[in-house]
């Protein structure tokens, strides 16, 4: 048997809790790995949305985004930039990359939000050129997620300007 390990995903692909893996370990025997043996994960992304977020404070502020979802498993469930955990108390990885134009040489912060509140590890600021733009900003944190919690990517302009999103990435991973 041969295995084509060059499979691209062009929708949304779900692995349930009954599905398996098969992978070969160098001995030319298909090894089988249940979905049940490796951890919980979901990704979702918006390219192409140029969806705008309106800022009139200094204030945090939910990204608007009209997200899609990538590839996922069991666990999570998925709303336009939300993640909310849906079975037993676990430690996750959230990671967000991101591009945006605002103002030129608007500073603006970026941070993951769980259930409304500010993950203060999470918060990373970046710069907008002189063009407006500013892009592939990095987020990331570890937290805590019990059952129903939800995790979000807020922004901030210390100028008070809307942002316009122009790519997103999210990827939560159970740890």
């Not at 037993?88 to 134009?101: D, F, G, L, P, Q």
């Not at 500073?107 to 990373?124: M, P």
Request: glycine letters at 4%; aromatic letters at 10%; proline letters at 1%.
């Amino acid at each position: 048997m041969s295995l084509n390990y060059n499979v691209q995903y062009k929708e949304a692909t779900h692995i349930s809790a009954t599905d398996s893996i098969y992978f070969d370990n160098g001995t030319g025997i298909l090894q089988q790995l249940v979905r049940s043996k490796f951890n919980s994960f979901i990704n979702y992304y918006d390219v192409v949305s140029n969806s705008v977020t309106t800022i009139t404070t200094t204030n945090f502020y939910k990204l608007n985004s009209s997200t899609t979802l990538g590839l996922y498993n069991d666990n999570f469930t998925h709303t336009n930039n939300r993640v909310t955990n849906t079975v037993n108390s676990r430690n996750v990885k959230a990671e967000c990359n991101i591009s945006v134009t605002s103002g030129n040489n608007n500073i603006l912060n970026f941070a993951v939000f769980k259930n409304g509140l500010k993950v203060d590890s999470s918060e990373i600021d970046a710069t907008c050129s002189g063009s407006g733009k500013a892009q592939s900003i990095p987020i990331q944190c570890v937290v805590n997620m019990a059952v129903n919690d939800y995790l979000e990517i807020w922004v901030k302009n210390q100028s008070s300007n809307d942002v316009t999103l122009a790519h997103f990435n999210v990827i939560v991973t159970e740890l």
